[in-house]
């Protein structure tokens, strides 16, 4: 089955301890993302990649980084994390431009 | 920065009526893609409407799009409890830059 997996669904942390999210997908699409899903603020992009070894910031990167060392993961780091992201966050991929996105099941960080 | 804003906010109707969300965007686009949320869970495509198009059929689901007003609408017929939902719609720009920018959303909300 067609799938972008995101782990962990929910997490809970402290200000300060570095945490990563993972994101797998099983298409072997070349684009894959990071958006943040606030309330009234809808999707916001964090960190996108075009293929392995090239990623590019989003609209809100500050605080986060990404590596992409193979195609299929694109996990999400936070170094630092502080209260301002908590939020859901979701991981998608895609083939390319002009193509549809395809999007994980999310994952609810709360920062106290 | 979004791209694509969404219009109502929210919309609340009665099973068996028909519900019309609107969408702005801003620059010149390759395509729009309409993408439906249930409460907290992933994104799930559901059409995608290419710039020298201007409608589009899926079941009943009816896209539009004016790429002289910069605008798009997604038009549900025969609501049904179950399209509760929220709808974003969201652009991929014309240049061949690759990231996919969502709007807000709108909250449908179909009573029985």
């Known amino acids: 089955e067609a799938q972008v997996t995101q782990n962990p669904r929910y997490l809970i942390t402290v200000t300060g301890k570095k945490l990563t999210v993972t994101c797998s997908q099983n298409m072997n699409h070349e684009y894959m993302s990071w958006y943040r899903q606030d309330p009234g603020l809808g999707l916001r992009q964090i960190y996108y990649?075009?293929?392995?070894?090239v990623t590019d910031k989003g609209d809100v990167p500050e605080g986060y980084k990404v590596s992409r060392k193979e195609k299929r993961n694109f996990p999400l780091i936070l170094e630092s994390p502080s209260p301002n992201q908590t939020s859901l966050y979701f991981c998608?991929?895609?083939w390319g431009h002009g193509t549809e996105a395809f999007f994980g099941q999310g994952t609810r960080l709360t920062v106290v | 920065s979004q791209q694509g804003e969404e219009d109502p906010q929210a919309l609340s109707i009665q099973e068996g009526e028909n519900a019309t969300m609107n969408c702005s965007y801003k620059t010149s686009i390759n395509n729009l893609q309409w993408y439906r949320q249930n409460s907290g869970r992933g994104l799930v495509h559901l059409i995608l409407?290419?710039?020298?198009?201007r409608e589009k059929h899926s079941g009943r689901l009816r896209v539009t799009l004016d790429t002289s007003k910069k605008s798009s609408s997604l038009l549900i017929t025969a609501s049904r409890a179950a399209d509760t939902a929220s709808y974003f719609c969201a652009t991929d720009a014309a240049s061949g830059y690759s990231t996919l920018t969502f709007g807000k959303g709108t909250m449908l909300l179909v009573s029985p």
């Open positions: 409407i290419r710039s020298n198009e």
């Open positions: 998608a991929s895609r």
């Open positions: 990649s075009m293929n392995v070894e």
